[in-house]
């Protein structure tokens, strides 16, 4: 039998572009290579979409915090129906086809909806959520609706567009109390977040959010432990076994997590009861299905000492380095690394099929 060609889309045109890279070196590495040929394109800070000519290859230079991408690069284009096929956008040759794309892409631009809608449209299986379920879960103030409208615990939060007033920090501390933390509503990895606790960090924290997105989210301080379980699957869902993040930090910022080797400890398992672990496997589960999510995501909680939990936010591509929570979790739950990237092709291509069955016609 023919290998099949993964494509893997990285990089992106987001703050999280780094961390894409690193992602999906490890993704490279493991992939089995009696089963599946790599195709490699990388989308650079720009939006350009390039072809790697090596395959299974991806080689990489350290710019002090910066990983840039080496070798000769084509750029390419997916078009409406095109099955898989690189179209180049050079005056050079190119005969590339994809069967199946794995967008290991964080933040705008890649997790979401956009470059899903673009698969869908080019008529490619894709690896995660669809268009829908990487939308919603993007956007933190959408997310956080839908999830309290679905009965789910959410802590509470207010949104300021770019466009409102802006927010009063008196009347803003008074709702939510201090410390507060300010987001922007669509980006991860902890970037462009704050933690606020005086008028003037305030300020600060609100420029800075509203120079990553034009929507912010403001959020009430939950104290608790921050627990993280994984969400695998398409009609029928499975969690893993939950892992906590125990910061070094004032709080799990971008350097925490990326820049500071000892930013952060995880248990996998997290010291939890055998109930606070079932009670949190089954509402990661019920948010993965209330979000409309499928293939994968990571579901983050608070258990507060008085054993109440709550919805933190879902992540629709989780960090998939070979040390990151995602794989680790279902490594402990019994899915080796490889073998999860093994079963999130086999469902992109499940679900591809299944809606390829739908009637298009009346």
Not at 62 to 79: D, P, Q, Y
Not at 157 to 170: H, I, Y
Not at 186 to 206: M, R, T
Not at 277 to 295: H, N, P, S, W, Y
């Amino acid at each position: 039998m023919s290998k099949i060609k993964v494509g893997i889309l990285f990089g992106g045109k987001s703050a999280e572009h780094e961390i894409s890279i690193q992602s999906a070196k490890n993704i490279i590495e493991a992939l089995d290579v009696n089963k599946y040929e790599t195709v490699l394109i990388h989308i650079d800070k720009q939006g350009y979409w390039k072809h790697l000519p090596e395959p299974g290859q991806l080689a990489l230079v350290e710019t002090g915090e910066s990983l840039v991408v080496e070798g000769g690069e084509t750029r390419v284009a997916l078009t409406p129906q095109s099955s898989g096929a690189l179209i180049p956008l050079e005056n050079m040759p190119l005969n590339q086809t994809i069967d199946v794309v794995f967008p290991i892409l964080h933040g705008p631009f890649g997790e979401d909806g956009t470059v899903q809608g673009l698969l869908k449209l080019a008529d490619i299986p894709f690896v995660g959520p669809g268009v829908l379920g990487s939308a919603v879960g993007m956007d933190k103030d959408i997310m956080k609706r839908l999830l309290l409208q679905s009965g789910l615990p959410v802590g509470p939060f207010l949104v300021c567009k770019k466009s409102d007033p802006r927010p009063d920090f008196t009347m803003v501390s008074n709702t939510l109390g201090l410390p507060l933390f300010v987001k922007p509503a669509n980006l991860g990895s902890s970037v462009g977040i704050s933690k606020v606790e005086s008028e003037s960090e305030f300020e600060k924290a609100i420029q800075l959010a509203f120079s990553f997105d034009r929507k912010i989210v403001i959020e009430a301080n939950i104290k608790g432990r921050e627990i993280e379980c994984g969400v695998l699957g398409n009609d029928h869902p499975v969690a893993s076994i939950p892992g906590e993040i125990i910061p070094t930090h004032n709080f799990y910022s971008y350097e925490a997590k990326y820049l500071d080797k000892k930013g952060a400890e995880i248990e996998i398992p997290a010291r939890i009861t055998p109930e606070q672990t079932q009670a949190i496997r089954d509402m990661a589960v019920k948010v993965f299905e209330v979000l409309a999510c499928e293939g994968l995501s990571r579901v983050d909680f608070f258990l507060t000492d008085e054993g109440k939990i709550f919805v933190n936010e879902i992540n629709t591509m989780p960090g998939f380095t070979a040390i990151s929570m995602y794989p680790k979790m279902w490594e402990y739950t019994g899915i080796s690394y490889s073998g999860l990237i093994d079963r999130l092709i086999q469902l992109a291509l499940e679900r591809y099929k299944e809606e390829n069955g739908l009637r298009t016609g009346f």
